[in-house]
């Protein structure tokens, strides 16, 4: 005699490992508002004055001897907090990289970049991924990357991003193993690396 089973019916999907998914009809919005949120009140930055990009492009983050060392556990913590963020906010996606950097010996300096995301943050809360139904399947890569942007040890730092229609669905911004030796190969580096995701995607 085989037993039955019932099968009881499962709420939508809205909330999942600290995304918010709002499903429409036509559409889906993946976003981490309260996350955010979250973050904001975790780091005292509920307050703060809002600032318009993540990083001040005039700042190069660099290993200064003489900065006042920080406790390294709460660094640690705020940038492990920024990394998740990064799944559903490709914009912070090069700065938080490049903060995750001096992770060994975090100085007041860096808290303070690490901080300015927050304050980024706290003025585009709201901000997510758009997944809409319609869009096609054609898929394209995009990628740049500077030239020798690490002031520690002279590599490049590079980024892709892999769009499927009008979907984003994959995206990175990291440091060159390599060390270019000019800005044409800095680029065919990083162009050969999104090739290599689009022919995996495909």
Not at 9 to 19: A, W
């Given at each position: 005699?085989?037993?039955?089973?019932?099968?009881?019916?499962?709420?939508?999907?809205?909330?999942?490992?600290?995304?918010?998914?709002?499903?429409?009809?036509?559409?889906?919005?993946?976003?981490?508002?309260?996350?955010?949120?979250?973050?904001?009140?975790?780091?005292?930055?509920?307050?703060?004055t809002?600032?318009?990009?993540?990083?001040?492009?005039?700042?190069?983050m660099d290993?200064?001897?003489?900065?006042?060392?920080?406790?390294?556990?709460?660094?640690?913590?705020?940038?492990?907090?920024?990394?998740?963020?990064?799944?559903?906010?490709?914009?912070?996606?090069?700065?938080?990289?490049?903060?995750?950097?001096?992770?060994?010996?975090?100085?007041?300096?860096?808290?303070?970049?690490?901080?300015?995301?927050?304050?980024?943050?706290?003025?585009?809360?709201?901000?997510?991924?758009?997944?809409?139904?319609?869009?096609?399947?054609?898929?394209?890569?995009?990628s740049?990357?500077?030239?020798?942007?690490?002031?520690?040890d002279?590599?490049?730092?590079?980024?892709?991003?892999?769009?499927?229609?009008?979907?984003?669905?994959?995206?990175?911004?990291?440091?060159?193993?390599?060390?270019?030796?000019?800005?044409?190969?800095?680029?065919?580096?990083?162009?050969?690396?999104?090739?290599?995701?689009?022919?995996?995607?495909?």
């Amino acid at each position: 005699m085989q037993g039955k089973f019932e099968m009881s019916m499962m709420e939508e999907l809205t909330f999942f490992l600290g995304l918010q998914v709002n499903k429409m009809n036509d559409r889906t919005f993946i976003s981490q508002t309260k996350y955010i949120r979250d973050l904001m009140k975790k780091f005292c930055m509920e307050e703060k004055t809002s600032v318009k990009i993540p990083m001040n492009t005039s700042v190069k983050m660099d290993i200064n001897t003489e900065g006042k060392v920080i406790d390294q556990t709460r660094y640690r913590t705020l940038i492990r907090s920024l990394l998740y963020l990064t799944t559903s906010r490709p914009d912070i996606t090069f700065v938080v990289g490049v903060c995750t950097r001096f992770q060994s010996a975090p100085e007041k300096s860096y808290m303070t970049v690490a901080k300015r995301i927050l304050k980024y943050l706290k003025g585009c809360q709201k901000v997510g991924l758009w997944y809409p139904k319609e869009g096609g399947f054609k898929l394209a890569g995009y990628s740049d990357s500077d030239y020798v942007g690490c002031r520690v040890d002279r590599k490049s730092t590079s980024g892709t991003c892999q769009i499927l229609g009008n979907r984003l669905v994959s995206w990175f911004s990291k440091k060159s193993n390599l060390i270019a030796t000019s800005t044409s190969k800095a680029e065919y580096i990083v162009a050969c690396t999104c090739c290599a995701q689009v022919l995996w995607m495909r």
